[in-house]
């Protein structure tokens, strides 16, 4: 068995170890030490980096057959004598993550009274999994605020082993969920939990404790949330976004709420005033398009480029001049945004799919699709003359 150099010392960041085993795992080079203070992916915690005589450790497993920790190396190692190194800052940023998220379950279980029934440190984000819906505001704050009390107390963390049996009498926040002698971790006069993790000293080194965001899942609750260098490296990206928004709209961060409210209404009424005058367009367009018309063998065929126009106004005259007659539309408009539109009316037997599809080749351009009865594709910056070669050559 490995002894577990990170239960003695999370604070350990060099150590000395005997490889007893060369293997590999999933085609990469691995082995088992005697001794390691690369803590295993488990409970939540991701694995710890850093290297072996050099060779970066790009992945820890406990092995479940035997409970071996295999140290997954980017390359092999030649001697079983190693010195291990370990990313300091990706375990000490695991270690403020970690003993947070015990204040932070805690405080939840005394505010509200909901238990953390699951946890997952990612790369950004931090989530523990609430068996309660329904928070309100008032007490998210008094949570955040009773957690990041306990941080500024500086209180001890303290670890240590117990037997089964001796479990019961401990008031742990919730049951272990392993068996035989059990790992406590404490955190002084606070909270009392079972856990494999690693941990800072004292609750100072914690940080801030910062939720950031709560969503409903099924009867739970995601509780995201960031602590220590994390929650602050947060606060600076957010604040500086406050400021250069507030700079944009040349007014005060208080005032900013208000300025966005005025803007949003504002919008509102230009959007109001734009669909005004897109119907007025469309009304005004219509009976000079209608003179376009060419008589086919199935019915009409109407076919016009636009050198730009919006393109939220194409489908809308496409509908338009081919509903409830037996007509094939063809509507394009060139421009950043290029549109190619191709409708059909009742009666048309074609496929507009493949009208549009035909057009397209010859363009030289792919994407687009729809319905038999009404397809659409983005040209952006479309040469409106090879448009026009293209639809009179897929128009046959």
């Not at 272990?176 to 606070?190: N, Q």
């Not at 494999?196 to 969503?215: A, D, F, W």
């Amino acid at each position: 068995m490995t002894e577990r150099l990170y239960w003695l010392d999370p604070y350990l960041q060099r150590f000395t170890a005997t490889v007893i085993a060369f293997t590999e795992h999933n085609g990469q080079p691995a082995v088992i030490l005697d001794r390691t203070a690369f803590y295993p992916t488990g409970g939540g915690q991701p694995h710890d980096r850093g290297a072996l005589n050099g060779i970066p450790v790009v992945e820890v497993i406990e092995q479940d057959t035997d409970g071996a920790i295999l140290h997954i190396l980017a390359r092999p190692l030649e001697t079983r004598e190693v010195e291990g190194h370990i990313d300091w800052e990706r375990r000490f940023d695991h270690m403020q993550q970690h003993t947070g998220q015990h204040i932070l379950s805690q405080a939840f279980l005394r505010i509200t009274g909901a238990q953390t029934v699951s946890f997952h440190m990612g790369e950004e984000m931090i989530t523990i999994d609430l068996d309660q819906i329904g928070f309100p505001p008032e007490a998210i704050e008094a949570v955040e605020g009773l957690a990041n009390q306990v941080v500024l107390e500086d209180r001890e963390v303290r670890t240590r082993f117990v037997e089964a049996e001796e479990v019961e009498g401990l008031g742990l926040r919730r049951p272990p969920k392993v068996e035989g002698r059990i790992r406590i971790v404490e955190v002084a006069d606070f909270d009392w939990s079972a856990c494999g993790g690693t941990h800072v000293r004292r609750t100072g080194e914690v940080g801030p404790i910062k939720i950031v965001k709560l969503e409903r899942r099924g009867n739970e609750t995601r509780v995201s949330f960031l602590c220590g260098w994390r929650a602050l490296r947060d606060y600076w990206r957010k604040h500086r976004l406050l400021l250069e928004s507030a700079g944009a709209l040349s007014v005060g961060e208080a005032m900013l709420p208000e300025a966005i409210r005025a803007l949003q209404a504002e919008l509102k009424e230009a959007r109001k005033a734009l669909t005004a005058l897109q119907e007025l367009y469309l009304d005004l367009a219509l009976p000079g398009l209608e003179q376009k018309v060419q008589p086919a063998s199935f019915g009409e065929i109407l076919v016009h480029l636009w050198p730009q126009l919006p393109s939220g106004l194409l489908p809308r005259l496409a509908r338009r001049l081919s509903e409830g007659r037996p007509r094939l539309v063809v509507l394009a408009s060139g421009g950043a945004d290029g549109l190619l539109i191709v409708a059909r009316g009742p009666g048309v037997p074609l496929d507009a799919r493949e009208v549009l599809q035909r057009i397209l080749q010859q363009l030289g351009r792919e994407g687009g699709g729809g319905r038999p009865d009404y397809a659409q594709a983005p040209v952006p910056r479309v040469d409106l003359q090879a448009l026009r070669r293209a639809l009179g050559a897929a128009m046959g």
